[in-house]
Each structure stands twice: as structure tokens, then as C-alpha cells.
């Protein structure tokens, strides 16, 4: 079955502890992206990667970090998480053009 | 920011057509409509995009005006499990960035 699946689906961590969300797809897609989605503010994106080793910041990219060593995996790092960062986050992925893919989501909690 | 115009939300009855507006009057030559929907806190789904030719797939119908300045989701035959947020995106077909407005919320109710 087509689909992007990232982990945890619920996390709950510590000011400065830093995190890794991992996404995966297995679809073979060259573009991935991360979202993250709060009230009022809607879908906004963190970074976005046309294929491997190649990464670039979307919207809203401060205190993030990813990386695209593999075409399959896309990770979202959170080196210092603060309680603004609080949020339900989206990692998706579709071919140049194509309908784009989106995983379960990741509800993170900072305190 | 978002290039689509939405209404907040709307009520359909169950077993009935929903019809979803959209308005994009900026909307470029090389920019297709998607329309995508979030049922509850999932994430969303694709479901369904066009040029400028009316589309139709086993989900909905998109009806895109001859000027390509609106556009009109139909799910033909509603169901409970249609209530959710629906989003109307243009994009270029070569880009993959989805700027997402507020969406309307559609309630299907029985």
C-alpha cells in the first residue's frame, strides 16, 4: 500500500531536549516536505526537498533541521524545542507534479 | 498566501450533492486547481485536480469556468464520512509548495 508514514504519532518532551520525527514514503517520490498545522494559521511549510541531498526551506523553517540522505526517508529535527513549536506536524511527498501524498501526522507537545 | 477564496463552511444533507466553491481570479496560465480535504486531524487528502477541462475521478467532479477564475468541487452523493475540511489550492504542476487557505468546513448531516 502507497503511503507516508512518520513516527511518533504522539510525543510529549522537555524545553531543549532535542527530537528527531521521522517520515518515510514508499512511493519512490522525489519531493518531500514537512507541514505544520496550528489554529488560526492552517497548513504552513517548515522545508521541502526535491530529491536527495538536496533540501530547502519553505515558510516557516526557523528551529528546524532535515535531511535527505536516502530518497525514501526525510527526518525533521528539532535540535532546541521550545513551547512555540508546539503543533501537529505533516510530512507528504509526490512526484514533480503529482498529487502529493500526506502521513498521519505527528502531534507534538513542548512544555 | 493563499490565491483561493473559500466559504468558511457549509451544510449538505446526506445522499445529496455537495457543491463547493471556489474562487481564484489571479489564477496564471500554467497553475492547475488541486483540491485536497482534512477529515478531522488526518492529514489531508488529494482529491482531484485540473487544467482548465472539467474533471471528474470515483471521489468528485471539478468544474473549472471557462475564464478559470472559479471553480465548483461536486461529490455527487454525500456521505456522513464526507464531513471534513476541504481545501481548494492553485499550483503550478511543476511545483509541489501547497499554500493552504482556511478551507470550508462541510458538514454532512443525515
Known amino acids: 500500500e502507497a503511503q507516508v508514514t512518520q513516527n511518533p504519532r504522539y510525543l510529549i518532551t522537555v524545553t531543549g531536549k532535542k527530537l528527531t520525527v521521522t517520515c518515510s514514503q514508499n512511493m519512490n517520490h522525489e519531493y518531500m516536505s514537512w507541514y505544520r498545522q496550528d489554529p488560526g494559521l492552517g497548513l504552513r511549510q517548515i522545508y521541502y526537498s526535491m530529491n536527495v541531498e538536496v533540501t530547502d526551506k519553505g515558510d516557516v523553517p526557523e528551529g528546524y533541521k532535515v535531511s535527505r540522505k536516502e530518497k525514501r526517508n526525510f527526518p525533521l529535527i528539532l535540535e532546541s524545542p521550545s513551547p512555540n513549536q508546539t503543533s501537529l506536524y505533516f510530512c507528504?511527498?509526490?512526484?514533480?507534479?503529482?498529487?502529493?501524498?500526506f502521513g498521519q501526522g505527528t502531534r507534538l507537545t513542548v512544555v | 498566501d493563499a490565491k483561493t477564496t473559500q466559504p468558511p463552511s457549509m451544510d449538505c444533507a446526506e445522499g445529496r450533492a455537495a457543491n463547493l466553491p471556489c474562487n481564484h481570479s489571479?489564477?496564471?496560465?500554467?497553475?492547475?486547481v488541486y483540491w485536497y480535504r482534512q477529515i478531522h486531524s488526518q492529514g489531508p487528502q488529494y482529491i482531484i485536480h485540473?487544467?482548465?477541462n472539467n474533471e471528474t475521478n470515483e471521489m468528485a467532479s471539478l468544474i473549472i469556468t471557462e475564464d478559470r477564475k472559479s471553480s465548483t468541487l461536486i461529490l455527487p452523493h454525500a456521505t456522513l464520512r464526507d464531513t471534513a475540511v476541504y481545501y481548494c489550492?492553485?499550483?503550478?504542476?511543476?511545483?509541489?509548495?501547497?499554500?493552504f487557505g482556511a478551507g470550508t468546513i462541510l458538514r454532512v448531516k443525515s
Open positions: 489550492i492553485v499550483s503550478p504542476q511543476y511545483g509541489n509548495k501547497l499554500v
Open positions: 489571479t489564477i496564471s496560465g500554467n497553475e492547475y
Open positions: 507528504a511527498s509526490s512526484l514533480q507534479g503529482g498529487s502529493t501524498f
Open positions: 485540473g487544467l482548465k
